[in-house]
């Protein structure tokens, strides 16, 4: 090994391409902050501009991000005297290479598209993907974050949601609420709808919606009645506990709706 040699390159290599490797250094820094700026404008932009998908931002803003790295990286090699065709060529058995290395991770990123195009959800929605439950964050290029309903944060692979069966409790814009209760099988039905009816009446509730109370079961000495109000979905959990809190009261003040003895 030659003494002047540093990391298997010669001190006369290094010195006879000192300017080029001063300049490839800045085209990298300038590459590097270059594309965080842009990144973060293209999905500023298209998070303002498309507000009620803003799910396609995060996504946009980063693969705009690597494709500036990616052309930095080509203009570094180009300082060098190497050919573009020949680093078409490299890229191009170095990306069978690294594909066939991180399968997984070029699912994730398909499935990232996937997922923004068909769109099951968008940023805010609460779902759960067959035991991923949460509230969507962001849809990025490799994962999905999320948060989940104690506050805590979930990082997803989207090949995982793009698999799983998902349910998106926020898409529709009102849920059900329902509950079943018992009253004496000598009760009267229409009491029980009328009382009922104005009692689970709330500031939750869908806009001219109505509640739908239906006769469940009949059994021996009691009947099983269930009451569904129709309310707002990003209400549904305040309105659950405040369905029930005044089925209740309207329970307890009508004795359960049991015949007035003689």
Known sequence: MQEAEIFGISAAWVIANAWSLVIALLVLAAGWV???IVSRYVT???????????????LAGQVVRYGILFVTVI????????????????????GLAIALALQGTLANIAAGIMLVFLRPFNSGDYIDADGIVGTVVEVGLFATQLRTIDGLYLFAPNSK???AKIINYSRETSRIVEVKFNVPRSADLDRVRAEVTQAVATEYSASAAKPDIWLDTLGDSTMTVVVRVPVRSDDWWQARSVVQERLKVALERNNNFAAATT
């Open 34 to 36: 270059i594309s965080k």
């Open 44 to 58: 500023g932009f298209l998070a303002a501009r498309m507000k009620h998908n803003a799910t396609i931002a995060p």
């Open 75 to 94: 203009v570094v090699l180009g300082q060098f005297g190497v050919q573009t065709a020949s680093i078409l060529a490299v890229l191009g058995a170095a």
């Open 161 to 163: 949601l793009s698999n």
